[in-house]
């Protein structure tokens, strides 16, 4: 089986061609850069050094959040589409559990993405003889509360990844014998995404296809605090 | 005989995801909008992040529908278009990412326009454009008039300096108790009412072919409240007819200022605004009290909105001169002519 697999979730973007196991091409790319603009061109890269064609390919595998929303949104929408367009089986895996594929085997891993103002994206996952379990599902957090969920675990098992600098001294001073690596210490590794692609089920609507965004947007947010309820049948969009 | 040319268009730059296909620019094969009105209405106003993830929702679904209605497969195709700005940067990319996948996946050319030229093209789509033609383009984000000199040749001759005429309709709406969009109520209101109110038509007197909105609508906000805190009730119908009085007038004086420095044989009115039944039946009567000989081309409704159609019209222009991007294209939220 050939996959395609992509991530573009957060400021790195990583593009990889895997088949049957194999990582045949693979693209990383650290530097802060458009991808919107980078993306296509980059799957036409590793396709080519491949020598594959976009229709040899059985499996797209995509980053679906949380992270950046636009950043998902380009990952997710290229994915449905190609999907689409092609007749392709789809999977999403989460931003959070590509960043723990790439954690230390023997600890508890706890990827993240800073939110902004000490909150963050978080889950809590494992190996376990190779396969990843979650403990903690993927949630929109404060670092407070994450920090003191973590501590019915051995605080010296506990692996951060992805951690800023601010999400870092936050931690720091919680957990000191933590091991923590540092944002520009975690990329995704869009090869580890493909072989968790494998394991998981093809998504079977692609229209309905959307990145976990795992926060409402602020406007819906406050809308609903004052008070507003969503009327069940009605539909926001409508064709005209 | 010229072969058939067949354009998948893309259109996601506000909050209407619309997909099309138009066939050599001037046939429209499907064009299918989904709009998010109900949903930014809650909000009073279209929120960016609330649009971009509507526009994700819908996008594959809409380019399905638009190929079934058209009854074509992606082997009738010869390019894919997409609007790359102005517009909301993250509505914009949806498009722009599913356009070019599609081009990518299917090995077909692709065009990036501007949607203030695909509104304009939408006349393409219902006339037959003589060269040079002059656009008055009225929409919630645009105010302008615009010269058409040849096949996708622009040069903006006026242009607002403050709020683009939709966006005064909905503010002032909202001042009358209306929700988002306000336009087609306002219009209906103002059929009604009388223009009693004496609103400053700004800039008419001035020789140039610049808008200004912002004083008009300041204007109506302190004369209702004024009238609230006297406890004076004023009729809305006249409110309404008062405003859009004040609006035609300053519309009809720069338009035919424009076209009397550049006569030409043909006026197309397009965007949102050019649905506005007053604007409509204005432009007409001044047409014939000053016995020009010049076609009024104004879109039908469904055209005269955001939709992928127009994208295709302006993009079959850009397809006979091979004016195609590559993959890298990007959104430009502050594209001009
Ligand atoms: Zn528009």
Redesign the interface.
Known sequence: MKILAFDTSNKPLAVAVVSDGNVLATLESTEKK?H??????D??KVLTESNLV?NDIDLIAVAKGPGS??GV??A???A???A???KKNLVGVSSLEVLAADGDESKILVPLMDARNDNAFAGVYQMHSGELVNLIEDHHTSMAKLLDLLKKYDSEKLEFINATDNLTDLIKKEYPEAVILNAKDSLPKAGKLAKIAERKPVISD???F??T?LRL????HD?YEKG?KKDGN??????? | MKKDTLILSFESSCDE?SVAVVKNGKEILSN????????HQ??GGV?P??A???H??????C???ALNEAKVT?DDLDAVAVTYGPGLV?SL??G???A???A???NLPLIKSNHLAGHIYSANLVADLEYPFMALLVSGGHTEIVLVRAPGEFETLGDTRDDAVGEAYDKIGRVLGINYPAGKQVDEMAAKGNDVFDFPRAMVQEDNLDFSFSGLKSSFINRVHHADQVHEELSKDDLAASFQGAVLDILSNKIFRALKQHPVKQLVVAGGVAANQGLRQRLKEDIKKRNLDMELIFPPLRLCGDNAAMIGAIAQIQYDKKDFA??????DPSLDF
């Open positions: 458009t919107s603009v980078t993306l296509l061109p799957i036409q976009i929303y636009t949104r380009i997710v929408t290229v449905k589409t190609l689409f367009t092609l692609v229209d309905s959307v990145p965004y947007t602020q406007a819906e809308w507003h009605i539909s926001y969009v409508e064709e005209v | 995801t299918i909008i989904a709009t998010q009105i109900k949903s809650r909000f929120v992040e609330v971009s993830r509507h994700v929702e819908e996008v594959t679904h380019i399905e529908l992606y993250g990319l949806i722009i990412m599913a070019k996948t599609v990518f996946a299917h590559d993959l890298q294209v990007n959104a």
